[in-house]
């Protein structure tokens, strides 16, 4: 039969008191804290198994301020605060960033980037999809691809970079997005496992320059792609944005339809360049209208 997680928070409440009051000539105080730890660190579990997430969670940070105050075991600390996190994730994102951040701030301070990476993207997706704020997650992203890059994980953090160009050109920051794609881009022309993907940065980032409305700035791009790379000349992806470039140029906006949906039709166009293609059709529609 389960603990009752309320029984062992009594406990733990009850023992904390005892280390805390009087005063020990024999060292026994630290077993004192010690046993305090574990009981709000059972508790939390108990609570965890009745789906108690947040009961669990600030048990889980009592338990991980003895150990960094009065046991001054930082690396418990940390680790009791991942798991906080964890149960704090669904139904108190803010608390879950908030106690996470105090985690990845030990491992960055202990030289543990690796870790700290990880826990920092899991810091991002909270922010990305449970808080709903785009520039922290992007933030968040960056700096964990940064540190995955420092710890020579080039694919771990290539994919972040990715996320944090997405996330950018969506902001409407198509700068740092074509900076975080044409990197990537480079990186992998070397790599056979990753080389079948750049024709699809070199889109993306084409997308992103005929979004910010360059279209002097885009052909440059586009010729430094075919230089990059020989075989991409020859794709329908750079077919596809000389096309549209044209079609741009011209304030053709009917013309850009056909182009999409006749590449469409072959490659399926993601909700990402979807939206990015309406903004720039959008503009075409709009200058359009300035000049009418």
């Known amino acids: 039969m389960a603990q009752d997680p309320r029984v062992l928070l009594q406990k733990a409440d009850k023992a904390a008191q005892g280390a805390t009051g009087g005063f020990s000539l024999f060292g026994g105080r630290g077993e004192k804290w010690e046993n305090a730890a574990d009981l709000y660190t059972q508790a939390a579990n108990a609570f965890r198994v009745q789906k108690q997430n947040l009961e669990a969670g600030k048990a889980f940070e009592k338990a991980a301020s003895i150990q960094q105050s009065k046991l001054n075991e930082p690396d418990d600390m940390a680790n009791t605060l991942t ?43 909270v922010y990305e999809m449970e808080i709903g ?16 890059e420092s710890d020579n994980a ?28 044409e990197a ?21 980032a084409g997308i992103c320059y005929l979004a910010a409305g360059d279209q002097v700035a885009t052909r440059r791009a586009l010729e430094h792609f075919r230089e990059l790379d020989g075989s991409f000349a020859s794709t329908r992806e750079n077919m596809l944005l000389t096309d549209l470039v044209g079609c741009v140029e011209e304030g053709d906006q009917e013309g850009f339809t056909d182009k999409l949906l006749q590449f469409d039709q072959l490659s399926k166009l993601d909700k990402w360049k979807t939206t990015l293609f309406l903004r720039v059709k959008n503009a075409i529609e709009k200058e359009e209208e300035d000049f009418s």
Do not use: C
């Not at 990537?184 to 993306?204: C, G, I, Q, T």
């Open 83 to 125: 798991e906080a996190f964890k149960v704090y994730r669904k139904e108190s994102p803010q608390d879950a960033a908030r106690v996470l951040a105090t985690a990845i701030q030990h491992y960055t301070s202990k030289g543990n980037f690796r870790r700290a990476a990880t826990h920092q993207q899991n810091l991002a997706e």
């Open 154 to 181: 080039e694919a771990l953090a290539n994919k972040l970079y990715l996320k944090v160009a997405d996330l950018a050109a969506l902001e409407g920051d198509y700068q740092n997005a074509i900076q975080k794609l």
């Open 133 to 148: 704020d785009q520039k922290r997650a992007l933030e968040a992203y960056d700096t964990a691809a940064q540190w995955y």
């Open 184 to 204: 990537v881009a480079k990186s992998s022309l070397n790599n056979n496992l990753m080389r079948w993907s750049v024709k699809d940065y070199f889109l993306k």
